[in-house]
């Protein structure tokens, strides 16, 4: 599934050729993906001037002059593609300006789009109780204290929590963990200060790293330009069980399973 890093390299890229632009024409290759088109998304979006693009959690977010915001979710193999050659039986969303096309491809159709008034924006079911986006200035170890106090679930999965914190998924926490030296299975609650005074820098830190990489392209993801990213080739741990740790190279990486998912750690480094 594409994670924060690669919704903000989509955002980017889409960015590049439609901010700014009025959005010429809108066809559907289908009534619905994961859940139904919003009704009248075509006779809203139809002559609308893209304002800015931008991005909450793992949500891409199109802002209209009609003050209207177009919401959309990758799901697990969704991507935009820019001026595709060919049609695609799974282009679901086609979006055409003066020069460009976009088409919103999915296989798996697990993505969604949602169109609502920009002013209520925050309102919106997923957003309203999302904590604060990683990368922005809320993210404090004053926040993430007072979110994880007293706390006895693992600290890897209150950080997958969206509640916590916006957007953070299964890679970045494991990355992020390992670079501030937190065991994943500790409970939240014995997370003290000193160790979030690590872990916080080194969740923007990856976040940022995996940004400029252009993400890390597992499976099905692939930027808006067709580029895969190549941070997968960074990783410290995830993905790595029983590679020598490349931070101590005194122990092997191990995985075990935490909420259903894999959670890898290096056991000499994460205490």
Excluded at 36 to 54: D, Y
Excluded at 73 to 102: Q, V
Aim: charged fraction near 25%; include cysteine.
């Amino acid at each position: 599934m594409p994670e924060l890093p690669e919704v903000e390299t989509t955002v980017r890229g889409l960015a590049r050729f439609l901010d700014g632009a009025r959005i010429e024409r809108v066809t559907l290759g289908r009534p619905d993906m994961r859940f139904p088109f919003p009704a009248g998304l075509g006779q809203s979006l139809t002559g609308a001037r893209v304002l800015s693009l931008g991005r909450r959690a793992k949500y891409g977010l199109i802002d209209t002059d009609r003050e209207q915001t177009m919401i959309f979710h990758l799901g697990m193999s969704g991507r935009w593609r820019i001026d595709p050659e060919e049609p695609d039986r799974h282009d679901h969303l086609l979006l055409e300006t003066a020069d460009h096309r976009f088409a919103l491809n999915d296989p798996r159709r697990f993505g969604y789009v949602d169109l609502v008034e920009t002013a209520a924006l925050d309102s919106w079911p997923a957003f309203a109780a999302m904590g604060p986006e990683p990368l922005g200035d809320d993210l404090t170890v004053d926040h993430l204290r007072a979110a994880i106090r007293g706390r006895k679930q693992a600290i890897k999965l209150l950080l997958l929590d969206q509640h916590v914190v916006a957007g953070l998924g299964n890679i970045y926490v494991c990355e992020a963990l390992h670079r501030a030296g937190i065991h994943p299975r500790k409970a939240g609650g014995r997370v003290y200060r000193p160790a979030l005074e690590k872990l916080v820098p080194a969740i923007k830190q990856v976040l940022e790293q995996s940004i400029r990489d252009g993400g890390s392209t597992l499976r099905d993801y692939a930027a808006p330009s067709g580029e895969l990213g190549y941070f997968a080739t960074r990783f410290l741990v995830y993905g790595r069980e029983g590679e020598p740790c490349l931070s101590c190279g005194e122990a092997h990486i191990r995985r075990i399973t935490q909420g259903g998912r894999s959670t890898w750690f290096c056991p000499a480094c994460q205490k």
